[in-house]
């Protein structure tokens, strides 16, 4: 991925999100073809996938019968 537009986020997380977070990027990695997986990249990924849900479900709540 390109830097270009990015910004760093520092941010503290318990222990226990570490390790998970660190599992799912060892998931990617042994799952995808993509090369060298990121902790940014998965996190990225998560973040697109959830938005994409929550705008779904924004407009199923916004349907008028």
Known sequence: MSDQGRM???VRV???TS???DEIVEYYQ???KIGR???????TDIIH???EVM?????IQNRKY
Request: glycine share 4%; proline share 0%; no cysteine.
């Open 8 to 10: 760093q986020l520092n």
């Open 14 to 16: 318990d222990k226990e």
């Open 19 to 21: 390790e998970k977070l």
């Open 30 to 32: 042994q799952n995808t």
């Open 37 to 43: 997986v990121y902790k940014g990249d998965v996190l």
């Open 49 to 51: 996938k959830s938005y």
């Open 55 to 59: 705008e779904k479900q924004k407009r």
